[in-house]
């Protein structure tokens, strides 16, 4: 198997696993027992909007990590199977902004890292490898292999 269809296979069996492991183990410094699983989280952002539990920009910052979780579901298998170079390409882009926004789950409600379980970097390490895996997907820019193959051209 080539080395991006490993890692998009990589990514989506990690992105899967993250939905059944511990994704909360601690709120407020006390352990909780059992866990909040990677589907349940899920099914807690989604509520973000309706809840009015948190603040504005933290009901904006769960559904964008809702939103950015359904289009790794929904979009990544029809883009890696159907996408053309460009597509691919922003994809990847996509996958990498999605990466650094859910990066905000490491800082908590209290300003730190607190109470995230495996479950949570499975979920988010599967948006960086699905990124890298699109961008080694969509080949080398287009842009960059002209200019490339113009200066070999050029004497010297």
């Not at 988010?124 to 997907?137: E, R, T």
Request: aromatic residues 12%; positive net charge.
């Amino acid at each position: 198997m080539k080395r991006p269809r490993l890692l998009v296979s990589g990514a989506w069996l990690v992105h899967g696993a993250a939905w059944s492991l511990p994704v909360v183990t601690r709120i407020a410094g006390g352990r909780i027992d059992p866990p909040i699983r990677g589907w349940q989280a899920f099914v807690i952002a989604s509520s973000a909007a309706w809840e009015g539990d948190s603040s504005w920009y933290g009901a904006v910052l769960a559904i964008l990590s809702v939103i950015t979780t359904l289009l790794f579901i929904v979009g990544s298998p029809w883009i890696v199977l159907r996408g053309t170079r460009s597509v691919l390409r922003a994809s990847a882009w996509v996958a990498a902004a999605a990466f650094f926004l859910n990066a905000h789950w490491l800082l908590g409600t209290e300003g730190r890292a607190s109470g995230l379980g495996v479950g949570y970097f499975f979920w988010w390490c599967s948006f960086i490898m699905l990124a890298l895996a699109l961008f080694d997907l969509a080949g080398p820019n287009d842009a960059a292999v002209a200019a490339h193959s113009q200066t070999a051209v050029i004497p010297r």
